[in-house]
C-alpha cells in the first residue's frame, strides 16, 4: 500500500526513535510505500529530507508545543493548510491508498479527508488523545464554550471522516462509543500504542556512579511533567518516603511545564530524595532506566477519560515493575493487575501508594516478576509487527 502518515511530532530517525518511527519503521519492512508529513526542525524551511535513508517531508510551522497558548492555538489552526500546500507541493502525483493519522491534533482532519477524497483512500484514526474533552478535565476550557463547541464539532467529523478507529484500550473504544452514539460501533476498536522491544543492557557501574544510583532503591519517572501528570503525587510519595528508608531516591527525568513547581515544592517542604533532571542522553536513557528498581507513572486525577500513558513502555522494555498513581477513569490499572506488571492506587491516596512501594521494596522476586511480565507484554500484545497486522486488518 502507499500510506500517507501525518504527524505533528517525528524524531530523525538517525538520532532517536519513538511510537511513530518504531511503526514507520514495520509498515517499510512489510513493503509498504510509506510518506511521512511532519514539522521541520526549528529554523528549518518546508522541504523533503533523507533522514536514516528514509524521505520526511518537513513544514515549516509556528512552534506546536509553545507554553504560550495563544501560539499554540494558531499554530495548530494554520496546521492543515499547511500541510496540503506542502503535499500539493511534493506528493501531488501520488495516489494513496491509505490516510494514518494519530491524536493530537484534530484539526488535521481537514487534509485526511482531502486526501480520502482526492485518492479514494481508507483513513485510519490512532486515537491517542481524547480531545477536548481532556482540555475540560484540566481545567484548560470550559464545558460549552465558544472553544469547547469549536473543537467538538472538529472531533465529531474527525470520527465520521475516520473508516477506522483505533483506541488505546477497551476502556477508551469503551468511552468513545459511550459519547458518540452516532457512530457505527463496528469501526472502533483496540490499538495499543506499540514500541520495539530492545535487548536488556548490563549494569553499567559507571553510568550508575554518574547518576547516584549506587547503593540506593531508586523509583523513575520519565517523560512530560505537566498538569496532565499531576506530579504532586510523586512528590508525596517521595516525602513519605523520607523518614521510612535511608535507600529509597526518585529520579525525574524530562521536561514540562511543572518543572518549576516541583522544585518549589521540593524546597518548600525539604524533600530531599529527589534527583531532578531536564535532560539525559538518548544512549544513556535506556541504560539508566534500566538500573531503576521501580517505574513511576502519575495521572492527574480529574481525568474523565481513560488515559494510557505511553512512557509505560520503557519500563516494560527494560524489564521493572511499575506503580502507579491514577485516575479513577482509566483502565490502566486493570491492565497493570492482570498482567501482573505493576501496582496502582487512586491519586491522592499516598497512603495506598506508599504500601504498594513498601511491598516492591521489600520482594526483589516480586519486582523481577513483573518486570519479566512487563517484558513479555510489550513482545506479545505492544509490537509494531502487531499494530501494522492489527491497522491492515481494520482497513
Known amino acids: 500500500m502507499k500510506i500517507l502518515f501525518l504527524l505533528i511530532s517525528f524524531p530523525d530517525i538517525s538520532k532517536h526513535s519513538s511510537l511513530y518511527s518504531d511503526l514507520y519503521e514495520e509498515f517499510i519492512k512489510q513493503g509498504h510505500e510509506v510518506h511521512v508529513v511532519a514539522p521541520s526542525l526549528i529554523g528549518e524551511k518546508t522541504q523533503i529530507k533523507i533522514e536514516n535513508g528514509y524521505s520526511i517531508l518537513r513544514v515549516k510551522t509556528l512552534p506546536l508545543f509553545t507554553s504560550n497558548m495563544i501560539v499554540k492555538g494558531l499554530a495548530n489552526v494554520l496546521l492543515p493548510y499547511q500541510y496540503k500546500a506542502a503535499i500539493k507541493k511534493y506528493y501531488k502525483n501520488i495516489d494513496y491508498d491509505l490516510v494514518l493519522m494519530p491524536t493530537p491534533p484534530i484539526t488535521l482532519v481537514s487534509v485526511a479527508k482531502w486526501i480520502k477524497k482526492r485518492c479514494q483512500a481508507k483513513f485510519y484514526l490512532m486515537l491517542k488523545d481524547i480531545f477536548p474533552q481532556n482540555a475540560v478535565d484540566l481545567g484548560m476550557m470550559k464545558k460549552r464554550g465558544v472553544l469547547y463547541r469549536y473543537f467538538r464539532k472538529q472531533e465529531v467529523n474527525l470520527y465520521k471522516v475516520a473508516d477506522s478507529i483505533g483506541c488505546m484500550s477497551q476502556g477508551n473504544v469503551d468511552y468513545v462509543i459511550k459519547h458518540n452514539d452516532y457512530l457505527d460501533k463496528t469501526k472502533v476498536h483496540i490499538l495499543r500504542n506499540s514500541q520495539k522491544s530492545n ?5 553499567d557501574e559507571a553510568l550508575k556512579e554518574k547518576y547516584g544510583l549506587k547503593d540506593k532503591f531508586t523509583l523513575v519517572f520519565g517523560g512530560n511533567m505537566s498538569i496532565p501528570q499531576k506530579m504532586e503525587n510523586v512528590l508525596s510519595l517521595a516525602k513519605a518516603c523520607q523518614d521510612k528508608y535511608n535507600d529509597v531516591q526518585f529520579l525525574l527525568i524530562g521536561k514540562g511545564t511543572q518543572i518549576n513547581e516541583i522544585r518549589k515544592i521540593a524546597n518548600k517542604f525539604q524533600i530531599n530524595n529527589l534527583i531532578l533532571k531536564d535532560f539525559v542522553p538518548r544512549d544513556e536513557y535506556q541504560r539508566l532506566v534500566s538500573m531503576c528498581q521501580v517505574g513511576l507513572i502519575s495521572l492527574n486525577e480529574n481525568f474523565t477519560i481513560p488515559n494510557i500513558p505511553s512512557k509505560v513502555m520503557a519500563y516494560f522494555d527494560v ?77
Open 199 to 203: 535487548p536488556l543492557l548490563p549494569i
Open 319 to 395: 524489564a521493572i515493575p511499575v506503580l502507579a498513581s491514577i485516575d479513577e477513569n482509566t483502565d490502566f490499572g486493570e491492565i497493570l493487575i492482570e498482567n501482573k506488571i505493576g501496582l496502582s492506587s487512586l491519586a491522592g491516596d499516598t497512603n495506598n501508594l506508599m504500601k504498594h512501594l513498601d511491598l516492591l521494596y521489600r520482594s526483589a522476586q516480586l519486582r523481577k516478576e513483573m518486570g519479566n511480565n512487563g517484558k513479555l507484554y510489550l513482545e506479545k500484545e505492544m509490537s509494531p509487527s502487531m499494530a501494522v497486522k492489527n491497522i491492515i486488518k481494520h482497513v
